[in-house]
């Protein structure tokens, strides 16, 4: 099993900077795909960046192309969301997730492990 904890919640102003980590315990994080999704108040939860089991690849949302970056340090079993030019509409809860199959998704489903989430707000 796996259990997975964000963190670097805050408060920044449109054109901040933030990071966000996401901590795994358990076996096997190496091995899984981690991906990051948002969902804002009254809002779907959606997609904003995933990464392969070894970091060579990366998928991004559309709207944080360019200024967000997804990365991962296996050795520390953490996968890290750094977020560069934030806008008011980056303005959401932020959820770490993990995957056992191979590939990297997009969809919310394909996942097998979820954080808690860590609210991120965005001031204009």
């Known amino acids: 099993q796996v259990q997975l904890v964000e963190s670097g919640l805050g408060l920044v102003q449109a054109g901040g900077s933030l990071r966000l980590s996401c901590a795994a315990s358990g076996r096997g994080f190496s091995s899984y795909v981690m991906g990051w999704f948002r969902q804002a108040q009254g809002k779907e939860r959606e997609f904003v960046a995933a990464i392969s089991w070894s970091g060579g690849r990366t998928i991004y949302a559309d709207p944080v192309k360019g200024r967000f970056s997804i990365s991962r340090d296996n050795a520390k079993n953490t996968m890290y969301l750094q977020m560069n030019s934030l806008k008011p509409e980056d303005t959401a809860v932020y959820y770490c997730?993990?995957?056992?199959?191979?590939?990297?998704?997009?969809?919310?489903?394909?996942?097998?492990?979820w954080g808690q989430g860590t609210r991120v707000t965005v001031s204009s």
């Open positions: 997730a993990a995957k056992t199959s191979a590939f990297t998704s997009s969809w919310a489903s394909d996942y097998d492990y």
